[in-house]
């Protein structure tokens, strides 16, 4: 059966607040960890009112320490919005309160616009263009002790030094980062849940380019929507969330998530409507046997290792049941 894992934004409602969706990701790391999932992974985003996940390390940490079994990570660090040497010692840091649970998931976007972008890098270098290799290059230096004698940082030592990093992930949305985790032998996870780009093209770029390093073998996590009810009626109910925060996003409006019945409410034009259209083809939505089947076809056009599942609903309560549900289709194994 293949392994399912939870991609974790922290959803910000309508009504709520930041430190009830934190909260709530914290019950879902617990529930998730019970149900047998692999991994819970935390995203960072900034200056987004709809997301309250903006520091990764701080809730894998705190997520860590509170469940027993399941792998803990970011989905992902974005590298350009930090100095590399930090990014190693934090999850060092993590690795050696949490050995061999850890993951260090990495994205070359910043997780916001471009003004916040410049406010989180404006006492960093900030070049124009993207210096996502650089960057990641230089912590692979880090970690290896590979800067030559002469070079500055070559007494610069990631602490605790005797801690390894985690295992590294590159995260993309194009096949950029597929053929780049292929050519140096790390894993990597597509955004099938944002991207435009072919999911199929970038999975298998990966796979068929992938040349052995700190892993043996490929691994390719396909990272997708799903909204799973009780029946298909009231998952596609649940899914006007999903539909008026699209909407409102194409609108550059960037607000808390609304409840079906507000989204079910809204006066939508034409053109938000086939928007809604093809934003829906992404998301895979339904009964547990009609979500079974959708993700089932995407597996095997993708030939995904994984899957990991976000799910951005209005309802705390029917967020942890599309979990429930999805792990009893898929045959978890609960802790």
């Not at 409602?13 to 879902?28: H, Q, V, W």
């Not at 770029?205 to 298909?232: E, M, S, W």
Request: aromatic fraction near 6%.
């Amino acid at each position: 059966m293949i392994p399912l894992s939870v991609l974790d934004l922290s959803p910000v409602t309508s009504g709520g607040s930041g430190p009830i969706a934190l909260r709530n990701s914290l019950d879902l790391g617990q529930l998730a960890d019970r149900l047998g999932y692999t991994r819970y992974w935390v995203a960072e985003h900034h200056n987004l009112p709809s997301i309250a996940s903006s520091a990764p390390e701080i809730m894998i940490g705190q997520i860590a320490a509170i469940t027993k079994h399941i792998r803990v990570g970011s989905g992902g660090v974005m590298l350009p919005n930090h100095a590399p040497l930090m990014v190693a010692e934090r999850f060092k840091i993590l690795e050696a309160l949490f050995p061999g649970r850890i993951d260090l998931g990495l994205g070359r976007a910043p997780g916001t616009d471009q003004i916040t972008s410049i406010a989180l890098r404006r006492r960093q270098e900030v070049r124009e263009g993207d210096d996502f290799l650089e960057r990641f290059q230089e912590l692979l230096l880090l970690e290896q002790n590979g800067f030559p004698p002469q070079h500055p940082f070559s007494k610069v030592k990631a602490m605790p030094q005797d801690v390894p990093l985690p295992p590294i992930w590159l995260l993309g949305s194009s096949d950029y980062s597929a053929q780049l985790s292929a050519q140096i032998g790390v894993g990597f996870s597509f955004a099938h849940h944002f991207a435009s780009h072919d999911a199929d093209d970038a999975m298998l770029k990966y796979r068929n380019q992938f040349q052995p390093g700190a892993l043996k073998k490929p691994h390719a996590i396909l990272g997708t929507a799903v909204i799973c009810a009780d029946t298909d009626a009231e998952a596609d109910r649940l899914a006007t969330t999903v539909d008026l925060n699209f909407v409102r996003r194409a609108r550059g409006e960037y607000l808390p998530l609304a409840s079906p019945e507000e989204a079910t409410a809204f006066d939508y034009a034409p053109v938000d409507r086939e928007r809604i259209r093809h934003n829906r083809a992404r998301i895979s939505i339904g009964s547990p046997k009609t979500v079974r089947a959708k993700l089932d076809t995407l597996i095997a056009a993708t030939q995904a290792d994984e899957v990991m599942v976000t799910t951005m609903i209005y309802d705390h309560a029917a967020r942890r049941h599309s979990y429930e549900l999805l792990a009893q289709e898929f045959g978890l194994t609960p802790r």
